[in-house]
């Protein structure tokens, strides 16, 4: 791992050595087809298989499900490895981790987890579809509907922006028993890809983390058991709040990735871009702005690290959790922007990696609750709810 000159961040030796494997990794498996990947905006069917052998999909998942029995803080370390080197790779991980299994593991009842475990730890993508076209940052505003009929459920609806719904073997979907009640009719649901009525749509064609697909999903009549509920009836939002709260912290992480990932290259090109008879790195400016975006990214791991480990003590973490996102966001942003200035007009072109980090970052500030939603969530936990 090239961390020549990166400050010491504090992480006992397994963890360090995790990390470490995380990035080789991703540097060597991954990076030769990051920029193929973003122009097809397709991710590599044999990369997902890889990630599947090395562990990588079921870091969170207990070893007697078949997973890796790693805590919250390994998935951080390896998401935000993955982000160095590819935004895409690592939201397919986070997802994963951060949301399906997790939210499995709170929430599944045993059978649940014995059936769909093992799964997402050796050979099945997960996605989680919260998000409709009416219903975004308002999340518990959302149409989808699930009516109880001769001991099953049939859901009717359409989802939008579903991350990993081109690969998933398997769907988180939230829909409403009854719009009267509000939030308290949302309920969690595991369908299964194939099931009749349940179809994957339209693909978007995105800005950034293009290899990652995102897609519409298409509910028509779908029929399903009843014990595909996840949770209880009308605990859905519970289901959904809690797990986002978690998820936020892998966007930390990815968004600190980045932020790392563009970091990296800037340093690497300003010692070798000779302007004046010497490296642009020997100029007292260039020197100070990667002073000043090494401090950023320094500042955004420690935030998200923080985070973690606060939900791995079993501590409240809620508040850290949307400032690490929110702040990471900002900086993936500036330092991948200013990575592109490192590199002048080269960095403006397709042929060197850092405008696609620039690309990549914008998402941070979007998924899984926008910028303002983290804000209005630090807010209430400053001033109280009002
Ligand atoms: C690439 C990608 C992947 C995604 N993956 C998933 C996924 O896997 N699963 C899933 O369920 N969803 C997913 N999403 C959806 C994502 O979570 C939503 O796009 C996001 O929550 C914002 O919702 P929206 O797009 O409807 O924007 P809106 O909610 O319409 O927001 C538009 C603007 O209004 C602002 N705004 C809204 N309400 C307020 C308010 N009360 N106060 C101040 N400002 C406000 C927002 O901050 C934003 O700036 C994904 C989206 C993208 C683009």
Not at 261 to 282: M, S, T
Request: proline share 3%; hydrophobic share 40%; glycine share 10%.
């Amino acid at each position: 791992m090239n961390d020549a000159g990166a400050p010491l961040t504090f992480l006992r030796e397994d963890e360090r050595m995790f990390q470490s494997a995380a990035y080789e990794f991703a540097a060597k498996e991954i990076g030769p087809y990051v920029r193929e990947m973003d122009r097809e905006g397709i991710f590599k069917k044999d990369l997902l298989a890889q990630f599947f052998k090395q562990g990588y999909m079921g870091i969170g998942i207990p070893e007697a499900y078949g997973g890796v029995g790693g805590s919250f803080f390994m998935s951080v370390l390896a998401i935000e490895s993955f982000a160095r080197v590819d935004a895409s790779a690592s939201v397919i991980i986070d997802v994963q981790n951060t949301l399906v299994s997790n939210a499995l593991l709170r929430w599944g009842k045993e059978e649940q987890k014995r059936a769909y475990l093992p799964l997402l730890a050796t050979d099945t993508v997960g996605a989680y579809a919260l998000s409709e076209p009416q219903s975004g940052s308002d999340a518990f505003g959302l149409e989808t509907r699930a009516r109880a009929e001769g001991g099953d459920y049939v859901l009717n609806g359409r989802k939008l922006w579903i991350t990993n719904a081109n690969e998933a073997g398997l769907f988180i979907v939230f829909a409403t028993v009854n719009r009267e009640l509000g939030y308290r009719g949302i309920t969690a649901f595991l369908i299964e890809r194939g099931t009749p009525g349940f179809s994957v749509g339209k693909k978007e064609d995105k800005l950034g983390i293009r290899a990652s697909s995102t897609c519409e999903l298409l509910l028509e009549d779908c029929r399903i058991p009843q014990a595909s509920v996840l949770g209880e009836v009308g605990n859905g939002y519970k289901v959904a709040i809690e797990t986002l709260n978690e998820g936020r912290i892998g966007i930390g992480a990815q968004m600190a990735g980045i932020a790392r990932g563009a970091l990296d290259h800037a340093v690497r090109y300003a010692r070798e871009r000779p302007q004046f008879g010497k490296a642009i790195a020997d100029f007292q400016a260039i020197q100070f702005q990667l002073a000043r975006l090494a401090t950023d990214v320094e500042a955004a791991r420690l935030m998200t690290y923080n985070a973690a480990r606060l939900k791995d003590a079993g501590q409240p973490f809620v508040q850290e959790a949307a400032m690490a996102k929110y702040f990471c966001s900002t900086v993936a942003e500036r330092v991948a922007s200013e990575a592109v200035e490192v590199f002048g007009g080269y960095g403006f072109t397709k042929d060197y990696p850092v405008e696609k980090y620039l690309r990549d970052a914008k998402i941070g500030s979007i998924y899984e609750g926008t910028s303002f939603m983290q804000l209005q969530t630090i807010a209430r936990m400053i001033l109280g709810n009002r």
